[in-house]
């Protein structure tokens, strides 16, 4: 199949594999900022084939995972208010929230659906005008542009009752929020693909020069990785720092202008708060002025809600790449899938849902001698 087998042929991973191998004489630390990259390398095993000198950390690239706990808690306050439909994508269900999650405000009695794209969810309020419609918009730049669309398709029918409740994220301000930390030893990056084929490559540039960092852009199957990997690691060896793209079958460096040009016309840049990490300066999209009708914290008067929360997850350590999930004491304990302490174990992109799933029986080994 054009664009898939030929990902995932065995020799030309094996081939990768051993050229890494051959150039690497130091240490390096990378990271993988999606948990679409983080859940390939776990699945398909490419951890253990990498030399013992580089270490991959799993970085924020999850956007349930980064959801603050005061967002989960506005979106459960909503969903509990007379007329009301939330409506979210399911990986938001189960997130925990202050004293509850929205699955289980659900099973109280809110009025909360599962959908499939924003679109779904004008379409429930133009079939509901009775009902205030409200769809938790959460993602990085990859879902923005839907989103967005969602509005503007909203405003075009003179839609009234349909708002969203926004918690978009940014790539590039988080990257440069792990690299300014005092504690930061990440040596080079691998970008998302998927936000690249959105937003293009433009943005990282500065960030590699000012940061001496190398950036590759890849994508998610096991010889995009290693690739990746490989490239940035030539890089490193060398003491060069360049933005490159391994992705080119589906990145351009411009991106795609007509999706950004919906997220323009709709979205403002704002400062924005990371679960686990506190907040980024401009580092999140917010509804403008001109579509602030469909901003659900104007339309229901939300007030200030907690940047996070506190508990027993150690979320935003294994999202800047400080600690691997199965060092929390918690990991396959008192924390899995049936019941997370955290996002990062209920995501689909979650590095801890990728170590539970797996890599679960060796991970928990770990964790006890931890």
Not at 14 to 33: D, N, V
Not at 239 to 244: N, R
Request: aromatic letters at 8%.
């Amino acid at each position: 199949m054009k664009y898939l087998s030929e990902y995932r042929d065995p020799e030309l991973v094996h081939q990768f594999a051993e050229e890494l191998h051959r150039i690497t004489t130091k240490p390096w630390t990378i990271m993988e900022i999606c948990g679409g990259q983080t859940h390939s390398l776990v699945k398909n095993g490419i951890l253990e084939m990498l030399p013992k000198e580089i270490t991959m950390v799993h970085g924020p690239g999850c956007p349930v995972c980064v959801t603050p706990i005061g967002i989960i808690d506005e979106a459960i306050l909503l969903s509990e208010m007379p007329n009301v439909i939330l409506c979210s994508f399911g990986d938001m269900l189960r997130v925990p929230g202050t004293k509850k999650s929205l699955l289980e405000a659900k099973a109280e009695g809110a009025d909360v659906r599962i959908l499939y794209s924003p679109l779904e969810a004008v379409t429930l309020a133009q079939q509901n005008p009775d009902k205030e419609v409200v769809f938790f918009a959460v993602g990085f730049e990859t879902t923005a542009p839907a989103n967005a669309l969602s509005v503007v398709q909203a405003a075009k029918m003179n839609i009234h009752n349909y708002s969203i409740l926004a918690s978009h994220v940014l790539v590039p301000p988080a990257m440069e929020a792990i690299l300014g930390d005092p504690e930061n030893k990440i040596d080079a990056f691998l970008a998302a693909g998927h936000v690249c084929s959105i937003m293009g490559m433009d943005e990282y540039y500065p960030v590699a020069e000012k940061y001496q960092t190398p950036i590759v852009v890849t994508g998610f199957e096991p010889v995009d990785l290693l690739q990746g990997i490989l490239m940035a690691v030539h890089q490193l060896e060398k003491g060069i720092y360049e933005v490159e793209n391994q992705y080119v079958r589906a990145v351009q460096r411009e991106g795609n202008q007509i999706a950004q040009e919906t997220i323009h016309e709709v979205f403002d840049i704002a400062d924005r708060s990371w679960r686990g990490i506190g907040q980024i300066p401009k580092s999140g999209y917010e509804l403008n002025d001109v579509y602030k009708q469909f901003n659900a914290r104007i339309k229901f008067s939300l007030g200030e809600t907690a940047i996070d929360g506190t508990n027993e997850c150690i979320s935003g350590e294994i999202m800047k790449g400080l600690k691997k999930p199965f060092q929390c004491p918690h990991f396959g304990k008192k924390c899995n899938p049936e019941h997370p302490l955290g996002a990062p174990m209920v995501s689909s992109e979650g590095a801890c849902a990728a170590y539970y799933h797996y890599q679960g029986i060796e991970s928990k080994e770990l964790t006890e001698t931890v």
